[in-house]
């Protein structure tokens, strides 16, 4: 074997597959949302995303998914419009009031996410740690004390 012999001194152990406590889900929930609330929070858990204090607010979260779910569902069975019965301007055509809901839901579903890093760009944004001082990183590569 060729090259320097390692040093057995900067090899960190590894930790195993450390099990989290998984904060059971909040009675408001429906079936749905119990539903997401198991998929998605074992591996928050894991991450270190979803602790007892944020219970609620990704129980929020599951119940928008939830409401989004529904909606989606009722639009694929109903159609997006529906018309009114004759009046006097005749018969409309009116959107459905599941369409509102599922907008409505969508919202709520990106802004919860974000908190929980549910896309690309949030969990790359809450893997690297806190923001920090920018103008003090840079003043430090400049003084080379960085």
Known sequence: MKGRKPNLQNVVPMKGDIQKEIPAAPDFLC???????????????????????????FGSYCA????????????AMEGLFYETGK???????????????????????????????????????????VQGDFLK???DQLNGTD
């Not at 369409?99 to 790359?124: K, W, Y």
């Open 64 to 75: 928008a998914v939830a409401n989004f779910i529904s909606s989606t569902d009722t639009l």
């Open 87 to 129: 009046g006097r301007n005749g018969n409309q055509r009116r959107r459905h009031p599941a369409l509102t809901l599922q907008e409505n839901s969508t919202s709520i579903m990106r802004r919860d996410s974000a908190l929980f890093g549910l896309s690309p760009v949030d969990a790359s944004r809450l893997d690297t740690g």
């Open 137 to 139: 990183n840079v003043l």
């Open 31 to 57: 079936d749905i949302g119990r539903d997401v609330w198991d998929e998605l929070a074992p591996e928050l858990a894991k991450r270190g995303r979803l602790e007892l204090l944020y219970k609620y607010q």
